[in-house]
């Protein structure tokens, strides 16, 4: 691409692409998994190319937008097939309209069109904050069921499903598998920009069991055990 093109499609692109700050936390767990070289992104031609046409670029809601052009920076490859349809990793993503959303979804009264429902995914954005968070060591987990411990079970089943923030974190992913199955990501560390390292807790919940796991990119100190191995 001539450098006057790459300038011009980079100007339409940052013009037409939207509010970016919902990817900033995002990013900053990226570069902790060190999928990103360094902040700030550079764009190139390359990144610019894979937006894709116009058409396709205007047609993408503006959360698609802003991911065309910064997705490979996360580890994430964002493409639409010969069917129209969009795919993240080759998975197929699908988009929710607010007519097509289903009855029962909790996601009713937080619906945003410039980042909407994906799948069994409150947003587009919840969905890559789920894939961008993989591959941790786990700190801590556990089982509980309704029978055995229903005050701990009930309340991680509030934390599935009470609106964001939680525990005053606001960098969350929510899922809803019909009919009664919620999984969420909370952040507790790593989207802030003095942050080292990323812990997250990944809690699940169903009408009679719940689960919750404990993981961080914190390296372990050697020949510790239990919360001695990860200190901080």
């Not at 997705?71 to 129209?84: A, F, P």
Request: glycine residues 6%; charged residues 20%.
């Amino acid at each position: 691409m001539r450098p006057m093109d790459f300038l011009l499609r980079l100007l339409y692109v940052i013009e037409k692409s939207g509010e970016w700050a919902g990817w900033e936390p995002i990013v900053r767990m990226a570069e902790r998994r060190r999928r990103v070289g360094r902040l700030p992104i550079e764009v190139g031609s390359a990144d610019v190319e894979g937006v894709g046409s116009r058409a396709v670029f205007d047609g993408r809601c503006e959360a698609l937008r802003q991911l065309s052009l910064i997705g490979w920076h996360i580890g994430m490859t964002l493409e639409r097939d010969d069917n129209g349809e969009e795919r993240l990793n080759g998975h197929l993503l699908t988009i929710r309209s607010l007519q097509t959303l289903p009855a029962n979804s909790p996601f009713h009264n937080i619906f945003d069109p410039n980042n909407p429902v994906c799948a069994d995914y409150a947003s587009i954005r919840d969905a890559v904050l789920h894939r961008v968070r993989s591959g941790t060591s786990v700190v801590a987990d556990q089982t509980v069921h309704q029978h055995n411990n229903a005050p701990r079970y009930n309340r991680l089943r509030e934390l599935t499903t009470q609106q964001p923030p939680v525990w005053n974190c606001h960098t969350v992913s929510t899922i809803h598998r019909p009919p009664e199955l919620f999984g969420r990501v909370i952040v507790l560390h790593g989207d802030q920009p003095d942050h080292q390292f990323e812990a997250t807790i990944i809690i699940s919940s169903c009408p009679d069991v719940a689960t919750a796991h404990l993981w961080t990119t914190e390296p372990p100190v050697a020949g510790k055990e239990g919360a001695a191995k990860f200190p901080q």
